[in-house]
Each structure stands twice: as C-alpha cells, then as structure tokens.
C-alpha cells in the first residue's frame, strides 16, 4: 500500500490563513471602524507586512518538505543530512530558511536550496540590499537605517548598510565595460570632461601626502583655521563626463552682452547634451579615470569619426593626462578651457582697477571677455600686461594664465564650429554626486564607503541603475555558488 503523503496533506499555508482570517476579522471589529484614515492605513501597513512574511515563510517551509522527500529518495541517510537552517532579512522581515545539506568525505556540506534559492552569501536579501542602496545614496545612513526600519522591521543594522553598500557597488567597472551605448550620427559631438573635487575624509583615508602635511600642520588659532590654512582633511575625488551634442553655432554676442538685451536680435542657445554618462572615483587616480572616460567615449565612437571636444578647467597636469591619453589612442582632440574658469581670472583682475561696488568692473569684464570670444586673446593679454603695478597682483596673474593657455583659448574657432565652451555639465555632476551627498554637514567618509556611495549615485545620474541590479546580482550569485564548487570538479584531458 502506498504511505500517504502527509507532505500533501497538512495545509502548509495554513498558518497565513489564520493570520489573513484574523485581519479580517479585526477589519470587520467595530473598534477598527473608528480608526481615522490615517491610522487605518497605518494599521493596515503593519499588519499586511506581518501577512507576506509569513506566506514568504510558509512557501519557505513547503518547498524544504518538497526537497526532504527528493532527496530522501536519491540519497542514502549517511550522505543527507536534514534540519539545517539559516535566517534570512527580507524587505517584509525575518525568516527562517530551512534546507538539508549533501555530505561527502573530505568536502564541505553542500545545501542544493542555497543554489536553487540564490541566496546571498551573508544574511541580507537581494531586495534589502536594493533597498538600502537606494536609501543610501541619497542621505545619510542613519536616515537610511530610521526609513528602512520604519518599512521593513528590525531587520538590518547601519553598519550592515555601509557593508550592503559597499557590496553593491563591486561590478560597476565590469557592468559599463560590456554595456554597448546607443549609436549617434557621425555629425553629433562627442564631449568629454573632467573634473576634481575634495571630500572629507577620516585620518586614515587620506593619501600619505595629505596624511603628512597634516601631521605636520600646527595652526596658529585652536579654534579655528587663520587665513590662507588649510585642514587638510580633505581627499581628491576625480569626476568624468561623457556626452553627446549637436553643434550650434553661435556669435560672441549670444554668450556674453556688454547692456541690456533688445529682444530684437535672436540669441542662439550653446549645444545641449543627450546621452550624458557620469561617472567618479576616490580611489582611482585621475590617469585612471581619463582613461575609463576615454573608454566610454571610444565606445561610442570606435572609429573617430566625430569630433571629440575635451573640455578643461585649465590645470596644466589635467591637459598633460588628457593629451597622453588621447596620443596613446591615436584620436585627435579638441581641448577647449572652460570660459567660467576664465571670467574668474578677469574678475579678479578687473577688482585692482575699480571698487567692489563700481559697475564698471562687471563692463570691463564683459569687455574683456568678448574680445576673447573674438579670437583676440593677444589684445587681452596687452591690456592686463599694461596695466599690472606688480608680478603678484590679479592682472599680472591673469595674463600669465592667457599666456600660458592661449592654444585653448580659441573661443572664436569653437563658437564657429559650434562647440561647447564652457564645463557646465561636470561642474552639475559634481554638485550632484558629491556634494549633495558626500559633503553634507558632519560627515567623514572612509575609503570604501564614499568610493561606494559616488559610483551608485553616478549609475542612478545615469539612469542604470535597474539594468545594474541586474547585472550584479547575476555576478554576485556567480560568485558564491558556482565558484563553491568549482573544487567539485576535474579537468579532463
């Protein structure tokens, strides 16, 4: 006679249905009828999230009586081994994972659950590492762990956040090396730029020049810093931009006006970037990361055929990186400073010659500044030479600083060609991945973790962010169950 399956028989699901009967029953309640919306819903919250943890348990439970009985049937007693079990943090909660574990002489326990499941190596689910990502990313970690907590239940801690996180961000390399941009008509510009700003780190994160210096620093004040001292507590993050954009032509007039605009003749607007990709490292050196953005950008463009505009702050090390760079990969660059870093030299300049309140500081920088857009940077150069009273005042530093950067000052040549002239795009991502997040009051950022936090906000700046996920977690459960037994296996001749 065949034994009766009592497997099949018993109603696995039978506690959620007593819960689900429960609610029910309390919704029915005419004290639950005097609830206010609001309470209601939060009511509800609560208790649906204790319904779905418990069915998430209860599917839990029949699918390790399914596995009991297979592999009862295929394996002696000595080799299976039963009641193994784990916990596992979810989005709705704790659970208990029940599975049985395959036994072999000189190997480790081997759990077929774990591989059917996927589960991740340490206690927190996928879900929750999603969700703590996401809330990580935009505040600070002890707001991340209040909203989680608030959502999910006592599930996780802000330490196991900082670790998700981390995690998190391990194949952001490999997730953009595969990843194929959308092609772009040859005529479209391909603009590269880049850009450097510091974050606060803790002592032990800082580079050793850094860490030095500020061994050595002994302040004047106690208190506070005197002027012209530097903390030195900060690290130097490189930030890289990639984009595309139409050319549109443009005149001098359209960028900079010495009066007020008529409305009679049109202005014509700067090229507008599509296809924007960001992305920045702490850890990286900056050779690094021009060398990941050109990577970007040769994807796009394998063949360099469209017109690569690299656009710069100025600093003589960056164009020397970007140049190497480019010479190394044989494509033909066009380096353009950024005008906003210009105008600062010529604000500071034109303060030696007029009042802090005098408007006609802001006519001679505008002055100044069209003539540049003209193409006659020479003339420029004349006029703050002529007028500097000394090697170190603004104007003297002003002309050293055309005069050194006067190849990528063809403002005249770029605006005909229509190109962008100005670093706005890096400068907005900067603002955005470092510091609306990294640079919040208070905060001191070890290396791992603000390396994590700026390439998961550069992957949501670039809207990958679900096509990451993804990616990662197929990778993550390569790593922890296919290379578990990999020593199962021998190579055949």
């Known amino acids: 006679m065949t034994p009766y399956d009592t497997a099949l028989r018993a109603d696995c699901f039978a506690t959620s249905r007593k819960l689900f009967d429960l609610l029910l029953a309390e919704l029915a309640d005419p004290v639950t009828g005097g609830l206010s919306h609001a309470e209601l819903e939060i009511w509800c919250e609560q208790r649906g999230r204790r319904l779905v943890r418990q069915l998430l348990q209860d599917h839990l439970d029949l699918r390790a009586d399914r596995e009991e009985a297979r592999l009862a049937a295929v394996h002696p007693p000595g080799r299976l081994e039963k009641g193994h079990h784990r916990l596992l943090a979810t989005v709705v909660g704790t659970v208990v994972v029940r599975r049985c574990a395959l036994r072999a002489p000189g190997r480790r326990n081997r759990y077929p659950a774990d591989d059917l499941l996927a589960l991740p190596a340490g206690r927190h689910s996928h879900g929750l590492a999603r969700l703590a990502v996401a809330e990580a990313v935009r505040g600070s970690f002890d707001a991340a ?40 008509a040859a005529t479209e510009l391909l603009v590269l730029s880049t850009d450097g700003k510091g974050i606060v780190m803790r002592p032990e994160a800082l580079r050793p020049a850094t860490r030095a210096a500020a061994a050595r620093h002994r302040g004047r004040f106690h208190t506070r810093l005197a002027s012209g001292e530097k903390p030195y507590r900060k690290r130097m993050a490189t930030l890289a931009v990639v984009y595309d954009a139409e050319p549109a032509p443009r005149r001098p007039h359209d ?36 060398a990941f953005m050109f990577d970007q950008a040769e994807a796009r463009d394998s063949l360099h055929a469209r017109t690569w505009v690299v656009l710069a702050d100025g600093d003589h090390h960056q164009l020397q990186l970007l140049q190497a760079e480019a010479d190394r990969r ?84 770029a605006l005909e060609q229509g190109w962008p002239i100005a670093t706005g795009v890096v400068e907005g991502s900067a603002r955005y991945l470092i510091g609306d997040r990294l640079d919040i009051t208070g905060a001191r950022w070890g290396l791992a973790g603000a390396e994590a936090v700026l390439k998961l906000r550069a992957l949501i700046a670039n809207n990958d962010l679900d096509q990451y996920w993804i990616f990662h977690v197929d990778r993550e459960n390569q790593r922890v169950h296919h290379s578990r037994h990999q020593d199962e296996y021998t190579l055949g001749a």
Do not use: M
Not at 164 to 178: H, M, N, P, Q, R
Not at 257 to 274: C, N, Y
């Open 145 to 184: 762990h209040a909203a989680i907590t608030d959502r999910c239940g006592n599930v996780i801690g802000k330490r196991q956040i900082e670790e998700l996180v981390i995690a998190a961000a391990a194949d952001v390399e490999a997730f953009y090396a595969v990843r194929v941009p959308v092609p772009r």
């Open 255 to 290: 960028v900079i006006s010495l009066g007020e605009r008529s409305g009679a003749r049109r202005v014509r607007a700067g090229p507008r970037a599509s296809g924007k990709w960001v992305y920045a490292s702490v850890i990286d050196s900056a050779e690094q990361v021009i």
């Open 330 to 413: 044989d494509v033909r660059i066009h380096v353009v400073c950024d005008l906003i870093h210009v105008l600062e030299y010529l604000w500071r300049a034109a303060r030696c010659l007029h009042t802090a309140e005098d408007p006609a500081a802001e006519q001679r920088v505008a002055g100044w500044a069209l003539v540049l857009l003209a193409g006659r940077i020479e003339e420029v150069i004349a006029d703050l030479t002529a007028r500097t009273t000394s090697r170190g005042d603004a104007l003297s530093a002003a002309a050293r600083y055309l005069t050194s950067h006067r190849a990528f000052l063809r403002y005249d040549q």
